[in-house]
């Protein structure tokens, strides 16, 4: 009885492993299809897992000028492939920085042989340099994307300050590749360093520094915004605190010296009502080593930092730092100059700019804003986001610009797109 209980129960199983097999077999294929993609599905889940780096790199945003680096200027030079190289920490010393950034910029790792420390670097230039004025940037951006604007904003900086400094602080363009590209400068002498930024060096005793770690144990989020953007904001800052001197945007034209400005900021637009500022930018700062004011901004950033709006860690934060002040009676010691300094045209007119005159009214009306810009203006916001697609075009008034403030006379970017 017992033994023909067993013998039922394996051909029950027999049987039931025959109706698995052939529902399994009779399943459309689709069905079939579906069941094996969420096996998969799941499989990829259970082996893939996702690091995140203390700072998170940040796609580069292309530009209109990858691949054309300097070529107008000097097709003779053969730039090899990018290599970053390291510089470990600290800094000392005068200096004039230009600094600007993205994740192949600021945020990026570290890769090859290490080098002498950003301080010692540093402090090596400017003793070998006599410089008569310091002058900051910054490149945040890929070697690629550095064009003719930025090239030109170099190149009319030192028309007009022969004797100066610069260094550009920027991971990207410390390399035999930075070199080559800034190599006719240095070939006539001028006094330009590419080197790559050692923020935790930069920003230690400000308040920047504690904001710093708390971005790298990402503590908090650094916002839609780029982070290299942020960090440039907070970069020009801290840089003028320590040091003093200019820090300067890549998208201008310098049409005079700067050297006799002192502790100034630029207004971008009044009320025309009071005649009083209702905006500044800090795309040109000019301040002594420690100014109390930069101390502010500094303080500002870190502690209202957002990045996910525009503008509130760069012009807005100036603008609300320096609206809770006086400047007639404030013992801070800076001055606010007029729009027609830095910000002579609005971005929403800077197109007209470019443009030829194509009547004689035109060609009046050119003349007179020519002169009041050589007159009253000491650089000239270009705007890059409205105007990094639009050509010069001959006799315009950037063309015309451009023509008095130029070193290599002779480039093809004077008719090139711009």
């Known amino acids: 009885m017992e033994e023909s209980r067993r013998t039922e129960q394996v051909v029950f199983l027999q049987k039931l492993k025959r109706l698995i097999v052939s529902f399994v077999c009779c399943l459309p294929m689709s069905l079939l299809g579906l069941l094996i993609m969420l096996l998969l599905i799941y499989n990829s889940f259970s082996v893939f897992s996702l690091y995140l780096d203390p ?100 190149e009319s900086l030192f028309k007009s300050h022969p004797n100066s400094c610069l260094i550009l602080v920027s991971n990207s363009f410390d390399c035999e590749r930075g070199t080559l590209i800034l190599k006719p400068f240095t070939d006539k002498g001028l006094k330009v360093l590419a080197i790559k930024p050692d923020f935790t060096y930069i920003f230690k005793n400000t308040s920047a520094e504690k904001w710093y770690e708390r971005l790298k144990k990402r503590m908090f989020s650094p916002g839609v915004i780029p982070l290299e953007q942020n960090l440039s904001n907070l970069l020009r800052l801290v840089l003028l605190y320590k040091y003093g001197g200019i820090y300067l945007d890549t998208d201008f034209i310098v049409l ?46 870190s502690r209202t930092f957002n990045g996910n709006r525009w503008g509130h860690n760069g012009p ?53 804003r020519l002169m009041h810009l050589r007159k009253h203006s000491f650089a000239v916001h270009l705007w890059n986001r409205e105007s990094k697609k639009l050509r010069i075009e001959e006799g315009g008034i950037i063309h015309q610009l451009m023509s008095d403030s130029c070193i290599f006379c002779n480039s093809s970017s004077l008719h090139s797109t711009y």
């Open 55 to 154: 700072i998170p790199p940040i796609k580069p945003t292309p530009s209109l000028y990858q691949h054309q680096v300097l070529h107008h200027h000097h097709p003779s030079i053969s730039l090899p492939s990018t290599e970053t190289l390291t510089s470990s920490s600290k800094s000392d010393s005068s200096l004039l920085l230009a600094v600007k950034e993205t994740s192949s910029g600021l945020v990026q790792k570290p890769k090859g042989k290490s080098r002498e420390s950003f301080k010692t670097r540093i402090k090596s230039f400017l003793s070998k340099s006599s410089c008569e004025s310091l002058f900051f940037m910054t490149w945040i951006s890929s070697i690629e994307s550095f064009g003719d604007r930025e090239w030109f904003t170099i």
């Open 256 to 301: 005079k010296s700067l050297t006799n400005l002192h502790n100034v900021i630029g207004a971008q637009a009044v009320d025309v009502v009071t005649r009083k500022w209702s905006r500044l930018n800090n795309a040109v700062l000019i301040f002594d080593k420690n100014h109390p004011l930069l101390e502010k901004f500094i303080n500002e950033f």
């Open 316 to 368: 807005y934060l100036v603008s609300r730092v320096v609206a809770r002040f006086n400047t007639s009676s404030s013992d801070l010691g800076f001055s606010v100059l007029p729009p027609s300094a830095f910000y002579p045209v609005d971005w929403t007119k800077i197109s007209r700019f470019y443009r030829a005159s194509a009547n004689e009214s035109e060609v009046n009306w050119s003349r007179k």
